[in-house]
């Protein structure tokens, strides 16, 4: 049986988390019930990769019932210690007070190879998108744009994901990308080998040429971002969080933001005024200023984004190359 399968079963979900979350909340007496979602359950014979919500109701020592929504990311062959260690980090660097937040690292399992976090509630910036309430929108992606640069103002050496430091190799790297694409999408071969090419030089230049690394998201989009309270957002999936340039984050989410409001809303002057909320709000207070150089930077993560997401749609199960199509022929346009 597939261990990870434990977790979907409630008397042992009962007995685990109690032995685990208890020591951790003082204030609480035992659990009184928890609700099993299932947001991510790719289970296979012997490998897995899911994302749990155990949604736990706690007696307090008051006689209050409080619930929390306690997650757990876990993969059988990806590194998951280091979403735990990535969310301690920042949990200590000030990310759990104010109004720019995270969710709250609880523990780590090895068992599982699963990370275990109180998770932020509320509806992500996509939710927001979709239902076209633009107030919101401009609102969120100016908190984000904040909460972008206080992560980018942490002062470490520490990396604690080197392999995705770098385009060239962040999962499941650019070589495997090419062979992929060369052998199931032979018509896109030469394509993708030249976009890459450009996209993973352009970066290589800055990386040589400066010893400047700031602490990245590494993966930013509207799903990603979470609106918790009016003057509260939360920022969650810490997968990708490792030293790099900072303008990849900028260029990320910048693309994700084109590429759903043009989805959803199909306003290209609106998501150009989302673009510029986003940028202005994050150089208004810092110290790198928006030169046509970070511009360069910023187009050239804008581009690979867009092919990742391009990408995304060949290789999945059920691909849907028609999604794909626009995607490659905009970053070819936006390259020429």
Known sequence: MNKILQLLNEEFVFDYLSKKLLPIYSDFEKIKKIKIIQHKDNIWHETYHVVFEFRTSFLCKDGKIRT??????????????????SLRFLWDNDFGKGYLSIPHPLFFSKYFNATFYRGVSGYDLYYYICNKEFGVIEDVVTKFAKWLLKLHNIKTE????????????????????????KNDYPKYG????????????????????????????????????????????????FTDLCLSDFTRDLGSFTQQLDYMIMRK?????????????????????????????????????????????????????GPEPNRAAPLIEGVEKNIK
Request: aromatic letters at 12%; one cysteine or more; charged letters at 25%.
């Open 158 to 181: 520490k990396n604690l994901n080197p392999i995705n430091s770098k385009i060239e190799t962040v999962y499941p790297g650019i070589e495997h990308i090419l062979k992929r694409i």
């Open 265 to 317: 809303i199909g306003n290209q002057k609106y998501a150009d005024k989302i673009k510029k909320i986003f940028l202005d709000n994050y150089f208004l207070n810092s110290k790198e200023k928006n030169t046509k150089e970070i511009q360069a930077r910023i187009k050239n993560y804008y581009n690979w984004t867009a092919m990742r997401t391009a990408t995304f749609f060949l290789i999945k199960s």
């Open 68 to 85: 929390l929504p306690i997650f757990c990311s876990a993969h059988s062959d990806e590194p998951r210690k280091n979403v735990y260690d």
């Open 190 to 237: 030469q394509v993708y080998k030249k976009v890459y090419g450009i996209i993973n030089n352009n970066e290589k230049a800055f990386l040589s040429s400066s010893k400047d690394r700031w602490l990245i998201h590494g993966d930013a989009h509207p799903e990603n971002v979470i609106k918790m309270s009016p003057k509260k957002i939360g920022v969650i999936d």
